[in-house]
């Protein structure tokens, strides 16, 4: 018995979100981008829910991208004002670099039930990406 594997290709989607980069001197400030996802296909198995996509890249938009050893000290500001919710830092591994944020992105899609692989390019604003595959 065969299993049918097809390639979705789907529209670009884009998500806002803030970060900062600890090691990288003009990147230490708090700031953020427009990110840009092009070229998005998902190898698929059987039924995929379209909502179930743009919820785990929704996750993203309009939070915090922080290294994921700062979590703790990020969770304590939240715990001081009502307006901000836990859930607006999400900890990306090692650093919220354009790759680092990039495989995170791929780590969630890939939890989607019948997605089997995730290949896309992650812009950090107009000029500037990297290829997942």
Request: aromatic residues 10%; negative net charge; contains cysteine.
């Amino acid at each position: 018995m065969w299993r049918m594997i097809r390639t979705l290709i789907l529209e670009d989607r884009t998500f806002s979100a803030a970060h900062y980069l600890p090691e990288v001197a003009v990147c230490q400030r708090l700031h953020g981008h427009t990110y840009f996802i092009k070229n998005l296909e998902l190898d698929v198995e059987g039924f995929v829910d379209f909502r179930l996509v743009d919820e785990a890249i929704g996750e993203f938009d309009h939070t915090v991208l922080v290294p994921a050893d700062h979590l703790l000290i990020w969770r304590k500001i939240f715990n001081t004002h009502d307006f901000l919710r836990e859930s607006i830092a999400i900890p990306i591994e090692n650093s919220p670099t354009v790759e680092n944020i990039s495989l995170s992105l791929q780590s969630r899609l890939r939890l989607i039930p019948g997605v089997k692989e995730v290949r896309f390019t992650l812009f950090e604003g107009p000029h500037q990406g990297v290829d997942i595959y």
